[in-house]
Nanobody, 121 residues
Framework: QVQLVESGGGLVQPGGSLRLSCAAS????????IGWFRQAPGKEREGVSC????????YYADSVKGRFTISRDNAKNTVYLQMNSLKPEDTAVYYC??????????????WGQGTQVTVSS
């Protein structure tokens, strides 16, 4: 059974940090690009970051560039999203997704269930 499970969300104060994990089971992440997406209440889902399967290329949305870092550990079949200098506008449900194709502008094949990130004082 193909499954992606996110973890690491929670409540954090502005300026704080969180590390999200995306663990895969039922398939090997080695051959998939992984994207992180988020959806805030009343807003459309937006792509945050992605990492390629081949050369480790990464992409970040302007809104998180310089604050978020995506990485992958193929040995653990897990992808991470390190989020620093968090802002209240980062509050959203964060989803990871897997697809053979790299980028954020297309529909991904596999999705996790999401993890809530709330940035508030």
């Amino acid at each position: 059974q193909v499954q992606l499970v996110e973890s690491g969300g929670g409540l954090v104060q502005p300026g704080g940090s969180l590390r999200l994990s995306c663990a895969a089971s039922g398939f090997t992440l080695d051959y998939y690009a992984i994207g992180w997406f988020r959806q805030a209440p009343g807003k459309e889902r937006e792509g945050v970051s992605c990492i390629s399967s081949s050369d480790g290329s990464t992409y970040y949305a302007d809104s998180v560039k310089g604050r978020f870092t995506i990485s992958r550990d193929n040995a653990k079949n897990t992808v991470y999203l390190q989020m620093n200098s968090l802002k209240p506008e980062d509050t959203a449900v964060y989803y990871c997704a897997a697809d053979p194709n790299y980028g954020l502008g297309h529909k991904y094949d596999y999705w996790g269930q999401g993890t809530q990130v709330t940035v508030s004082s």
